[in-house]
Structures are given as C-alpha cells and as structure tokens.
C-alpha cells in the first residue's frame, strides 16, 4: 500500500536565531541539507496519509539506508557513516522533524540494534549483520521492555537456558519498534543465574513470533509489536559477547536517548515554524493573528525554548565525541526536549486555531506522536528520578 501524495509544497525554515550553526562544520551543515532535502521528498509528503491509514512504509528502510540515516557513528568499515554525534543529532533532528515515528525507525536501527552488535559483538556477527542493517536490506530490533516489567527492566522474566549446543529462550517482549516487520531482534535476557545478556535472534526461528500491536494514537506510521520466544533454540553463536548485565542495554539506551534530545527538538521546529507562517497569512479582525501581542507571546516562548534545547544538545554532542556525557545528562535533555517538543506542538496548535486539528498541518500528529517519546527511552518521570538520583546520591526508584 502506498499513500498519495499530499498537494502541498514543504516549506520548513530551521530557526537558528542563536547562529548555531556558527558551530557546526562545513560537513555537518552538508549531512543535514541531504537528510533535509530526503525528509522533504520522502517523507512530508506522504506522512499524513501513512498516520491516517496507520501505514508502515517499508521501502522507507531501503532509502533511510542510503540517505546514510542507520548507524551513522558505527564505523565505515561495517558499512555505518564513520561520523560523530553532533552529526547524528542533526541526522535524528531532520527524520523527527518529518515524524517521530520515521525516527523511531533509524535510531531503534542505529542505536538499538546496531550499536550493540558494534560495541558487544564478535567481529564475525559485526561484518554479518553490521553492512546489512546500515544498508537497509535488514530492518531490527530491540526487545527489552516485558508485560511485567517497563520502566524497571531488571525484573525481567524472559530467560535462557544452556542446553549444550545451543540456548533454548522463553518469554516475551512488548511494545517492540520495528518488530512485526525485523529481520533481526537483540533480546535481552536473563541466564539461569540470572545474569542479563544480549542475544540476536532472526526471524524465522522455529517458536519466534512478532504479533503486532493494534490502536495506537500516536507513532502510527511506526511498527510496533511483540516478540514472543517459545522453546526457541538460539545458536551459540548468537549471544553477544561483549558485554553482560543492566548496564548492556543501559548503554544502547544511552545513545539512542541522545538521538531523541535531538529529534524532539526536530518535531518543535516543525511545529514552531508552521505557526510562524501561519500567523502571517491569517487575517482576523482586519490583520494578521501574529500582530497580536498574545500570539507573538506564544510565538517568542517557543524560539527561546527551541534555542535553549538547541543549545544543551549541541554542548552534549560535544561531550558524546568526547566520551564524557553521563547518563543523567542525557537523562535531563532526553527530558526537556520532550518536553518542550510537547508544549510547542500545542501552542502551536492553537495558533492554527480550527485548521490546527486537521491533518493539513502537522501538529496534531507530532503532538500524539510525542506522547509516545515522553514514554518510551524511560518515561518523563524516571528521567526525572535519575536526575534527583545524581543530584543527592540517593535512588528514588524502589
Ligand atoms: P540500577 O541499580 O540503577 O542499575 C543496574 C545496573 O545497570 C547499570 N546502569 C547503566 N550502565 C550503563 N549505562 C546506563 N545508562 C546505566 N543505567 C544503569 C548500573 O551501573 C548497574 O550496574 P551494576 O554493574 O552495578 O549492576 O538499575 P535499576 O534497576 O534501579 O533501574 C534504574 C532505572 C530505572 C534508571 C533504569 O532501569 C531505567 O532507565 N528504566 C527505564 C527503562 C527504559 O528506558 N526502557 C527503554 C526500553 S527501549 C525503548 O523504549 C525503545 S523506544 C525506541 C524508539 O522507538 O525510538
Ligand atoms: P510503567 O513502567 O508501567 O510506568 C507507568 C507509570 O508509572 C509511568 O508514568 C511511570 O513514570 C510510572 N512509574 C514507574 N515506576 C516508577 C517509579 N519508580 N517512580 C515513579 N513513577 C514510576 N521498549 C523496548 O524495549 N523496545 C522498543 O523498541 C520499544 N518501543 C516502544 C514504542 C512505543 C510506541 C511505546 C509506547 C513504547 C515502546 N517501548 C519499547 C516500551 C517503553 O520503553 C516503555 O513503555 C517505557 O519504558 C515505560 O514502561 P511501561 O509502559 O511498562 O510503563
């Protein structure tokens, strides 16, 4: 199924009223026109009819592949983009920019599935499957979150057992990106001593299911679904070697974290620079709405608070290169992202007045979409715990 095409010209502005981009260089502004111009030709067009109709493109993959969208830091030599993290924030920030759930897609590939294989992986499952996903010819996830066990993965139940010559894997995962249509899912998983690792199981396992999950409101030209393990055998040499414990999938979840701090701020540029213009064609009382003090005030709140988050990102990308960003640093753009990407999409709502309900501007869907990334990569609140967690030493999770 493919959508029509909407009859409409994308003509997105970036807001960059703190001359950002003074900071980047030449190749990074280069990376973001490309991925720009992609999102303005795959994507804006068509993504209303793909939410509507709750459409998962699948030839989406095979382009995100070649616009250089999948593993952007993993290194050229296993088929990923070789470059550093203020150019996958500006990569996650164009794709959100377009639709979460299309980002969603990349940074579950890049960050979930490819960065473990990179940073946990024997060199043979690096050059099997590393090339692929980068490519686009293999789609994966990452099943982490259980039934039981969402914000507190550690209770996880799935489990697996050495039978010798293979490991035999039960349980079951939910709310799982990408799932119904992976080729591919790292699963995390606890051993018979309950010790967590990471394994890579393909579709096509006998007792491997991925049944999808039906009525989402929000991120609904993303996949989503379930990956249920019944007495499946995994090979050996499946399990990713690397690296064991909470802290494996923490440090996946550490990155694509990152690429959200980005992404969200994509979504509220949309959103912001749709009502921009809006507020200059939309005569009431004789003058455009945006001569009133009231929508200028809505208006000026929204550039300050794109211009702080654009501002925290950056500085954290350059700690991401260094290797120095904390995971409660992450936490707290993670969050205010989100957050801010929340109240644009709706005061940017409201500066569209009626016509900001419909599917002929985007905010509606951003802001839906948004409830899901306030939710998922750890909810508003456990971010909010971490941080209070680093601030006094003391964990208000149990
Ligand atoms: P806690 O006792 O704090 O830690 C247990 C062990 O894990 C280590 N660790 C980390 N290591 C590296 N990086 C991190 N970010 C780490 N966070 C924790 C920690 O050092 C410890 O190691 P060790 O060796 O001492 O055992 O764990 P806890 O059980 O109290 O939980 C802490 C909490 C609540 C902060 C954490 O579990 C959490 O963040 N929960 C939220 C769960 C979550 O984010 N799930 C995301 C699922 S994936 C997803 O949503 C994908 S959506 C993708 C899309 O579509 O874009
Ligand atoms: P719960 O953990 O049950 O939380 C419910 C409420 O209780 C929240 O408000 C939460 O903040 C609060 N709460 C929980 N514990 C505490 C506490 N200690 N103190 C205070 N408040 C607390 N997971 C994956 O593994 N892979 C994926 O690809 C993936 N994709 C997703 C896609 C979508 C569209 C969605 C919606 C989710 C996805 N998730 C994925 C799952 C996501 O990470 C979880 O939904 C999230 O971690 C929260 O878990 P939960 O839904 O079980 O909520």
Redesign the pocket.
């Known amino acids: 199924m493919s959508a029509e095409k909407r009859n409409f010209v994308d003509e997105f502005e970036s807001p960059d009223f703190y001359a950002l981009d003074d900071l980047l260089t030449d190749e990074h502004k280069l990376i973001r026109s490309s991925v720009r111009d992609f999102v303005k030709k795959e994507i804006t067009p068509f993504i209303e009819g793909w939410a509507e109709k709750n459409h998962f493109p699948e030839e989406i993959v095979k382009k995100f592949g070649e616009v250089g969208a999948f593993g952007p830091t993993v290194p050229a030599e296993y088929g990923g983009g070789g470059l550093d993290y203020i150019s996958y924030g500006l990569i996650m920030q164009e794709v959100e920019r377009g639709d979460s759930g299309m980002?969603?897609t990349a940074?579950?590939q890049g960050s979930?599935v490819m960065y473990p294989i990179y940073a946990y992986g024997s060199e043979e499952q690096r050059k099997k499957y590393l090339p692929k996903l980068a490519s686009g010819e293999m789609l994966g996830c990452?099943g982490?979150?259980e039934p039981n066990h969402?914000?507190?993965?550690?209770g996880m139940e799935t489990n697996f057992k050495d039978m010798g010559d293979h490991y035999l894997l039960n349980g079951a995962k939910m709310?799982i990106?990408n799932s119904p249509k992976a080729d591919i899912a790292v699963v995390w998983a606890k051993n018979e001593e309950g010790r967590i690792h990471g394994l890579i199981v393909e579709r096509g396992m006998e007792g491997f299911t991925t049944p999808e999950t039906h009525g989402k409101w929000s991120?609904r030209a993303?996949c989503t679904g379930e990956l249920v393990f019944s007495d499946v055998k995994v090979p050996k040499e499946n399990l990713l070697p690397g690296k064991n414990?909470?802290?494996a999938p923490?440090?996946c979840?550490?990155k694509?974290r990152y690429g959200?701090a980005w992404g969200a701020i994509g979504a509220a540029m949309d959103c912001y620079d749709s009502a921009r213009r809006y507020s200059l064609e939309r005569i009431q009382f004789g003058k455009p709405i945006g001569s009133f003090q009231l929508v200028q005030k809505k208006l000026s709140e929204m550039l300050t608070e794109i211009t702080k988050a654009q501002l925290l990102n950056w500085k954290l990308g350059k700690m991401m290169d260094e290797g120095k960003a904390s995971?409660s640093q992450i936490s707290m753009a993670k969050r205010n992202s989100v957050e801010v990407a929340l109240n644009i999409a709706r005061e940017a709502r409201q500066i569209h007045g009626g016509m900001g309900i419909t599917g002929e501007y985007p905010m509606m869907r951003h802001m839906m979409n948004l409830e899901?990334?306030v939710t998922?990569?750890?909810?508003h609140d456990?971010h909010l715990?971490?941080l209070g967690a680093e601030i006094t030493g003391i964990?208000a999770?149990?």
């Open positions: 980002r969603s940074s579950v979930l990452f982490l979150t969402g914000s507190n993965p550690s709310w990106s991120l993303s414990g909470l802290g923490m440090g979840l550490d694509a959200i995971t899901s990334v998922y990569e750890g909810t456990i715990l971490i964990p999770f149990k």
